[in-house]
Every structure is written in structure tokens, then in C-alpha cells.
């Protein structure tokens, strides 16, 4: 289970180092793809596992499409978490999520993966997420 909320930079080689909390459970590789609201969701291998089965069914439903489907596989990226902790974000995932080298963002957990945020979008997410909580509007 991955909760609570960190705020990191990236390193001018597109490097970002892991809340040490979020780290045992996605060590030694883990998995980067394109994630909704335009975040980078970063899931450990049995996460990516579960997420591509659920894919594969929605194509063979019609729910999501052949295009859907080779968006995603091609936008995702194993990767290893090195000594220090880091992950490479590479510049296709960076691009997605509106993040530079050298940038801060946010990493969050959102209970089955660990996401990667531009700051502004995840303080607007979490604003809209929680007034639907408090119930504002209904």
C-alpha cells in the first residue's frame, strides 16, 4: 500500500530518487507508464501485471482499443531502481506529465502504485478530489 505525499526534484539527468518508504516494495525493478490525469504512475511488477490483464480484457470487450492498448505498451518502461534509491524518467514519460530536468515534483502514493506529478496538476487534482469528499456541489 502506497500513501502520503512527497515533494522531490529531478536531477539534470532525468533521475529521481524514491520516498525511502515506497522503495521496498518496488525494489529491485518496478514499472513507469503514462498515467491518468497526465501523471506518470510508477507500479511495482505484480501491480503492472494485474493492470496489463485488466488492458488486454478491455480490448477484447471493446472497452479500449487496439490504439489505447499500444499507446500504453509502448509509453512504459521497466526500469531498475539504482543504490542510491533513483529512478530514470525517461523524456516520452516527462513529456506526458509536463516535467523538465531539474524540476520539482510530487510523488504520491495512490494505494496500488506510486505517482509522479507536475506540482501545479496534482495540487488542482487533489483540490477537486477533495471538495467531491467534503461533498461540495452535490
Given at each position: 500500500?502506497?500513501?502520503?505525499?512527497?515533494?522531490?526534484?529531478?536531477?539534470?539527468?532525468?533521475?529521481?530518487?524514491l520516498?525511502?518508504?515506497?522503495?521496498p516494495r518496488?525494489?529491485?525493478?518496478c514499472?513507469?507508464?503514462?498515467?491518468?490525469?497526465?501523471?506518470?504512475?510508477?507500479?511495482?511488477?505484480e501491480a503492472f501485471e494485474?493492470?496489463?490483464?485488466?488492458?488486454?480484457?478491455?480490448?477484447?470487450?471493446?472497452?479500449?482499443?487496439?490504439?489505447?492498448?499500444?499507446?500504453?505498451?509502448?509509453?512504459?518502461v521497466?526500469?531498475?531502481?539504482?543504490?542510491?534509491?533513483?529512478?530514470?524518467?525517461?523524456?516520452?514519460l516527462?513529456a506526458?506529465?509536463?516535467?523538465?530536468?531539474?524540476?520539482?515534483v510530487v510523488?504520491?502514493?495512490?494505494?496500488?502504485?506510486?505517482?509522479?506529478?507536475?506540482p501545479?496538476?496534482?495540487?488542482?487534482?487533489?483540490?477537486?478530489?477533495?471538495?467531491?469528499?467534503?461533498?461540495?456541489?452535490?
Open positions: 500500500m502506497f500513501v502520503g505525499v512527497h515533494e522531490r526534484q529531478l536531477d539534470p539527468k532525468g533521475r529521481l530518487a520516498p525511502a518508504a515506497f522503495r518496488l525494489e529491485p525493478r514499472y513507469l507508464s503514462f498515467g491518468r490525469d497526465k501523471c506518470i504512475d510508477v507500479m511495482t511488477a494485474s493492470d496489463v490483464a485488466q488492458v488486454l480484457e478491455k480490448v477484447r470487450s471493446g472497452e479500449m482499443s487496439q490504439e489505447q492498448r499500444r499507446a500504453l505498451a509502448a509509453n512504459t521497466e526500469v531498475t531502481i539504482d543504490a542510491q534509491g533513483r529512478v530514470n524518467i525517461d523524456e516520452k516527462r506526458y506529465a509536463g516535467i523538465s530536468l531539474g524540476a520539482k510523488v504520491a502514493g495512490s494505494f496500488d502504485r506510486v505517482e509522479i506529478w507536475e501545479e496538476r496534482h495540487e488542482r487534482t487533489i483540490s477537486a478530489g477533495t471538495e467531491k469528499i467534503a461533498g461540495a456541489g452535490a
